[in-house]
């Protein structure tokens, strides 16, 4: 494969460092010290910045107001929201908005996308299920009842679902095929419960009772669910990867100021030896990473390799949990008792990091997914 990006992913780029140029993590409060959320809502103000930067609408095509670009231009520009910690829903939006793109009715295509595009429709999705480690489409029914869906179930932990206009559910027939509803905020028999991520950011457990879904807001189409499931596990190893990027840029802007018996301690051999151990896990990051983005993008059937698409992501998520985990560990160290201090931004990038590498699953459970892969497509 090759990795050199295009004119118009690296112009993408450039939009988003301009966006997120004054966004400063270090304004919100530890969510060790706020009894409730750091926020009620996402940061609508860089939203709108976001919208008028045509960055919402990257990924849809021009018959949509879109750039028309690819899960590796939203993954470039999601690395440049983690640097700063981003307050919004980007990753959940664009990826349900991809979704729909591909798969979705005349009408529910005309009903999102156009206003997807501008920001003025909010989309997120349930991805976690009811215990945030079942399959998200197994904790909830959908059955057919004359031209309408009715729902019935939990999904727990769903992220910006009290600021979302709409939420994508997935959901089983009971004849073991996966759904896609989409639910308006408000809808009959939907209810909210109050949840908070361990990064301090307002999640939301959603109640499905008897709620009715119109036929054209439900997405049938063979394996919609698992690749949204996989641009969704993508995108976040992209935040990951952004994240701890500044995350070592920080630690080393600290150790070459700090001094130790007179030298800085970035000269000391073992700060020199953990610090280039990370760099290693960066690049081992972001090279699973691309990987995983351009398979996504090649194909949604697994052709073009011994493996599905979902044995590139798995191994990305795989080095995203362990090395953000390491990256952070090791800044915390390097930084000593400063590192704790709440007046430093370390400890929003390490509340962060920890909610990313356990979000849509642990390194161990993308390994015994990636066994199982291999179980079933033995290598030549």
């Not at 209810?191 to 009715?212: F, K, M, N, P, W």
């Not at 952070?328 to 930084?335: C, I, K, P, R, S």
Request: contains cysteine; negative net charge.
């Amino acid at each position: 494969m090759d990795f050199t990006f295009t004119e118009e992913q690296q112009a993408a780029v450039e939009a988003a460092k301009a966006v997120f140029a004054d966004v400063a993590p270090d304004g919100v409060p530890s969510p060790a010290l706020t009894p409730r959320a750091v926020a009620e809502d996402f940061d609508r103000e860089l939203w709108a910045k976001l919208a008028e930067s045509d960055l919402l609408s990257l990924v849809l095509n021009q018959e949509h107001g879109g750039s028309g670009l690819d899960a590796i231009a939203l993954c470039l520009v999601l690395r440049e929201a983690a640097r700063v910690l981003a307050r919004v829903p980007l990753l959940e939006h664009c990826a349900t908005a991809m979704a729909v793109q591909a798969h979705g009715s005349p009408e529910l295509t005309g009903a999102l996308l156009p206003g997807a595009g501008r920001g003025s429709v909010v989309l997120t999705v349930a991805a976690h299920g009811r215990s945030g480690h079942d399959p998200a489409e197994l904790a909830v029914t959908a059955r057919r009842d004359g031209d309408t869906w009715v729902l019935e179930g939990l999904q727990t932990a769903v992220a910006w679902a009290h600021g979302a206009d709409w939420t994508a559910v997935p959901a089983h027939t009971g004849e073991g095929e996966a759904v896609l509803a989409f639910v308006p905020r408000g809808a009959e028999g939907l209810s909210l419960a109050e949840q908070y991520s361990t990064s301090g950011e307002r999640l939301a457990e959603l109640t499905l009772d008897g709620v009715r879904v119109p036929a054209a807001h439900l997405i049938e189409a063979p394996g919609a669910w698992d690749h949204l499931r996989q641009l969704l596990a993508t995108g976040t190893c992209a935040l990951a990867l952004g994240l701890g990027e500044n995350v070592l840029t920080m630690t080393s802007r600290y150790t070459s100021k700090r001094e130790q018996f007179g030298f800085p301690v970035a000269s000391f051999q073992a700060v020199a030896v953990q610090a280039a151990d990370r760099y290693i896990d960066l690049r081992a990051m972001e090279v699973t990473l691309w990987q995983a983005a351009w398979r996504l993008d090649a194909s949604t059937g697994g052709a073009g390799g011994p493996l599905p698409s979902a044995g590139d992501v798995a191994v990305a998520k795989i080095w995203a949990s362990e090395g953000v985990r390491r990256v952070v560990q090791t800044a915390q160290h390097l930084h000593g008792g400063f590192g704790a201090d709440t007046d430093y931004p370390l400890h929003r990038y390490h509340a962060w990091a920890k909610q990313l590498e356990l979000q849509l699953g642990p390194a161990a459970a993308h390994e015994e997914a990636l066994g199982d892969l291999l179980a079933a497509h033995p290598l030549a």
